[in-house]
């Protein structure tokens, strides 16, 4: 089993929908997550960073964290066309300085 | 601004030759890091230096070479032991404190094979 397990997609919604993103990972030392968006041929950047259980809220996006089921999850609302990427979760254990664990992405597409 | 440059955006590499990415920060983070991305296979780990003059091994190193002379600089040279070079390479850098393990990306250099 990989230590992180995201689905690639693709996912295409129509604008204005609610889209839920998901990894699930096996590793119980993972502390920090974090969700990456990637947009086509660019690097990704950080959009979300949590290290804790619950949710976090930035305007239009909302970070889940359930570790008792090792499930994390990322809800876009109002979606745009703006928001057709890649999205990589990415997770670090708390301890050491071991490097974050990627999963290998979701391609999103908002059709207008 | 502060940021993280790659260069160049685009490289061409000839059978049997060495190439070496460039990647400087000014963001002045202690940790820099190099991944490769492929189509369907997400962010691989080459290496990744937590201070000037060491680093280590990530998951695919082999065919690769790096070094750490400066804090702020982070060079990737893809050698001609790396036999399947064409994919999209990724720096990146951290703190050691604040947001723990956070990574910022620079744009990328494509390198293909002619």
């Known amino acids: 089993q990989k230590e992180v397990e995201q689905d690639p997609g693709p996912l295409s919604v129509p604008e204005g929908a609610i889209v839920s993103l998901n990894c699930t990972y096996s590793?119980?030392?993972?502390?920090?997550f974090m969700w990456y968006r990637q947009y086509s041929r660019k690097g990704p950047e950080l959009l979300m960073y949590?290290?804790?259980?619950g949710n976090k809220e930035d305007g239009r996006f909302t970070a889940q964290v359930d570790k008792s089921s090792k499930y994390i999850s990322l809800f876009i609302r109002d979606s745009q066309p703006s928001d057709s990427a890649t999205y990589l979760c990415a997770l670090k254990a708390g301890s050491g300085n071991t490097p974050l664990v990627f999963g290998k992405g979701t391609r999103l597409s908002v059709i207008a | 601004d502060g940021g993280i440059t790659q260069s160049p955006k685009y490289l061409f590499r000839k059978e049997g030759q060495n190439v070496t990415l460039s990647c400087e920060q000014n963001?002045?983070?202690?940790?820099m890091y190099w991944y490769r991305q492929d189509p369907g296979q997400g962010l691989r780990l080459i290496y990744y230096s937590q201070i000037v003059n060491d680093f280590q091994k990530g998951d695919i190193a082999e065919g690769y070479s790096v070094s750490r002379e400066k804090k702020e600089s982070f060079p990737l040279t893809v050698t001609s032991a790396q036999k399947n070079p064409t994919a999209f390479y990724l720096c990146a850098s951290s703190t050691l404190q604040g947001m723990i393990g956070a990574l910022y990306f620079g744009a990328g250099t494509r390198l293909s094979v002619l």
């Open positions: 963001l002045n983070h202690d940790a």
């Open positions: 590793n119980s030392a993972f502390q920090y």
């Open positions: 949590t290290y804790s259980s």
